[in-house]
């Protein structure tokens, strides 16, 4: 009997002490990075505030990011000069690039193909439209990105550093983007294709990059989508605004005119329907029940209301 006692007290210790220690927290690591519903929450917050801004500070901040791309696409010139192994070439190049676009994510610069992916993921989760506010931003964005990318380039020949081997290099790179321009309409719709081709993997970079949450992330993030787009030669207007405003200056075998209706122009309708549509929509679809932006309580707290 004093044995059954003692197996029964001893059993019963056993269990309060595992309930004990089923209360215990583990202690586990915070995670790394943002989760998809929390980037696209980030997308939304962030197109809200940039269109908040005064516009001052959207020509400023679109000024200071087309001054960027300049810088980007001098860096990866500099960098693939005299690379004869293409996969090398192609990695400097796109390395040399993606310094110009850290800069831009990481300072909040205001950059045109950034924000086709910022703001409608605004406007999803908003009731409303702001006709004038939006097109006059979008206006704002374009029309800085490429001022800030000529002023740049202007600072960068009057200051004389670069070396003689730089332009053949970059009249490589112009003939690379402008290639499409003796195809005809058939070029002009490529280069459409190719821009969207070419805003899908730069808003997988902001995904990315949101999606981090150190610097080193951040860069990283960055950088492996656009070596993807540099290496693939697709279209995007706000980095070929750093090629074509340094080879505007430095050459002369392509006019300002055909820069912008060969390829600018196409490469930004498609830029639009790339980060629009195949990131910024498609995302804010997907994951629109998990959601928790102030954004989409607003919106559906109205429609309760309705």
Not at 35 to 56: A, C, M, T, Y
């Amino acid at each position: 009997m004093a044995s059954d006692e003692e197996a029964k007290m001893k059993e019963r210790n056993e269990n309060i002490e595992t309930e004990q220690r089923s209360d215990v927290k583990i202690d586990q690591p915070g995670r790394q990075f943002y989760i998809p519903s929390q980037i696209v929450d980030e997308f939304g917050e962030k197109g809200r505030d940039h269109l908040n801004k005064p516009f001052r500070a959207q020509l400023l901040l679109a000024l200071t990011a087309g001054s960027f791309m300049t810088f980007g696409a001098v860096f990866s010139v500099l960098l693939a000069v005299g690379v004869e192994a293409k996969g090398i070439y192609h990695l400097l190049s796109g390395l040399g690039f993606a310094a110009g676009y850290s800069m831009v994510f990481i300072s909040g610069s205001v950059l045109f193909t950034e924000i086709n992916v910022l703001l409608p993921s605004y406007l999803f989760n908003k009731s409303g439209l702001m006709k004038s506010n939006i097109y006059k931003f979008w206006a704002s964005a374009y029309i800085g990105n490429i001022l800030g990318a000529f002023i740049v380039a202007g600072l960068i020949q009057m200051s004389g550093s670069l070396s003689d081997t730089f332009y053949p290099e970059l009249t490589k790179y112009l003939d690379h983007k402008m290639k499409f321009m003796d195809y005809g309409i058939k070029g002009w719709f490529e280069v459409l294709v190719s821009g969207i081709l070419a805003n899908w993997l730069i808003g997988m970079a902001a995904f990315l990059t949101t999606a981090a949450r150190d610097i080193t992330g951040k860069i990283l993030g960055t950088m492996l989508p656009v070596v993807l787009f540099v290496a693939g030669n697709f279209q995007h207007s706000a980095a070929n605004m750093g090629y074509f405003s340094m080879g505007f200056l430095a050459s002369d075998k392509y006019t300002w005119y055909e820069y912008i209706l060969f390829n600018l122009v196409p490469a930004s309708i498609g830029n639009l329907i790339g980060g629009g549509i195949l990131v910024s929509l498609l995302f804010s679809y997907a994951y629109k029940e998990d959601i928790q932006t102030s954004l989409g309580k607003k919106k559906q707290k109205e429609r309760r209301t309705l």
